[in-house]
């Protein structure tokens, strides 16, 4: 009905409250939808706002800035025409106003703007925010320190420069101080900048750990609420997969134990993270996998495959599961003693599995380690060529030094399967068949 051209010279009436509404009006339109943003910023609105943040009321200030907010958030392109009219210097301005609600609502706007891409974040770097950024956290508004850890988090999350930039201006002290905070909501934007800043590389990573952050951050993995269980286990996690001794100050700080009971008393995307962690950790080396393994890590991930229905999620535990059991025969036998070998074959053959699953279910990394014979025997029924050879692999290695696996291998019907497999001949399969055939009598093979 061309409702935005009328509003566009409301925004410089001579009363303070009209222009107040009507900026208010505009900033739900384009809430609404990205095509209302579009045409707010065609209707040549944004320069008007701009020009007159700052000398209004703090009022006008709120709605102005709600308004670059509402059409940031939809396109790197809207968000992009905000900094283009300039408005990011404004905003910048409104973190240094006196009245809480401005600076929580200028904050709001540049964290839409820097989520983006690294170069609209670069944008909101330049304009000088993140030191006002790191001020506003240690302010007493709780609802203020919250967009402002949330907004930290956004510009961090691109690149380890934009992270380091956020380091710099001394962030990392203040955010792992609140990690205490009894406000839910904080502590989920505390925990989720820390990850954002960690995950880059070992020195970002380091630069969190010497903030002392454990054993505290150990206790966010038994709160009551769901996000900050699920941050508390995500900042862990950037921290382990970046080295050994990362992983092994971890495991000293107890954070595996805490990981496995948060695994164990949570469902669904909760328990990515912490899936994720383990498997981070074991892959390290045989220690750290053990560690694993002696704080029962194997059950809650055995559960994870049979109870959740996403497959992104299973397929995460089958990985952890690989990267445990992969080290020696110690480690692979822990994962095959839980039987959950022949869970990992039905996912990899089951076609309605994603890719990802089928990949990551896949038994090479245990098999090839596996030499618990009473684990892989059930497989034998079931398991394709690809995965055979390495079944009937590991058979051959043990076999031939183990007089009482090799008569069991024949009373469970073993060795008979074995016989019905159709090897090229001279492949790798047929000189395993032929190894575990030559320790049996000619007779019984026959």
């Known amino acids: 009905s061309g409702v935005i051209s009328l509003l566009r010279p409301l925004l410089l009436d001579v009363a303070p409250n009209i222009q107040h509404t009507a900026a208010l009006a505009l900033g739900r339109l384009a809430n609404y939808n990205d095509d209302l943003a579009e045409a707010v910023v065609k209707g040549d609105i944004l320069p008007q706002l701009v020009c007159s943040l700052s000398e209004q009321n703090r009022f006008y200030k709120k709605a102005a800035a709600f308004v670059l ?3 940031g958030k939809h396109s790197p392109q809207l968000a992009q025409a905000i900094v283009q009219c300039g408005a990011l210097e404004m905003l910048v301005i409104c973190l240094e106003d006196f009245d809480p609600g401005v600076k929580e609502a200028a904050s709001w706007a540049l964290g839409y703007i820097a989520r983006h891409n690294e ?3 670069q944008a909101v770097v330049d304009a000088g925010a993140v030191p006002l950024l790191v001020l506003c956290i240690q302010e007493p508004e709780i609802a203020l320190k919250r967009i402002a850890a949330s907004t930290l988090s956004d510009i ?3 690149s380890p420069e934009l992270a380091q930039t956020v380091v710099d ?5 203040h955010l792992a ?3 205490l905070n009894p406000d839910a909501k904080l502590k989920c934007q505390v925990l989720s900048a820390l990850s954002q800043i960690a995950k880059h590389s070992v020195d970002l990573a380091e630069l969190v750990v010497e903030a002392e952050i454990f054993p505290v951050v150990l206790t966010c993995l038994k709160d009551s609420d769901d996000c900050v269980k699920k941050n508390g286990a995500t900042l862990i996690t950037e921290i382990a997969k970046h080295t050994p001794e990362l992983s092994q100050l971890i495991v000293n700080a107890g954070g595996v134990a805490a990981v496995i009971d948060c695994i164990g008393s949570c469902r669904g995307t909760v328990r990515l993270p912490g899936i994720m962690m383990l498997g ?3 892959v390290h080396s045989e220690n750290l996998s053990m560690a694993v393994i002696v704080s029962k890590g194997i059950p809650p991930l055995c559960a994870c495959l049979i109870e959740e229905h996403e497959d992104h999620i299973k397929a995460a535990a089958a990985l952890a599961l690989g990267h445990i059991g992969r080290h020696t025969p110690e480690h692979a036998a822990a994962v095959a003693v839980a039987n959950v070998l022949p869970t990992l074959l039905a996912m ?3 076609t309605h599995s994603s890719g990802d699953l089928q990949m990551k279910a896949t ?3 245990i098999l090839q380690k596996c030499t618990y014979l009473p684990a892989l025997e059930p497989l034998l029924h079931d398991a394709p060529p690809n995965i055979m050879k390495h079944i009937i692999g590991q058979f051959s290695k043990v076999l031939p030094h183990d007089s009482k696996a090799r008569r069991l291998f024949v009373t469970t019907g073993g060795l008979k399967k074995v016989q019905e497999i159709k090897a090229e001949p001279g492949s790798l399969l047929q000189e395993y068949i032929n190894t575990i055939n030559n320790c049996y009598p000619e007779e019984i093979v026959r």
């Open 177 to 179: 101080q609140m990690i």
């Open 69 to 71: 907010r509402a059409v």
């Open 280 to 282: 981070y950790v074991a």
């Open 348 to 350: 990899y053959m089951d």
């Open 156 to 158: 961090s999350k691109h």
């Open 119 to 121: 170069e609209l974040s």
């Open 363 to 365: 038994l090479k990394n």
């Open 169 to 173: 201006a001394g962030a990392i002290a």
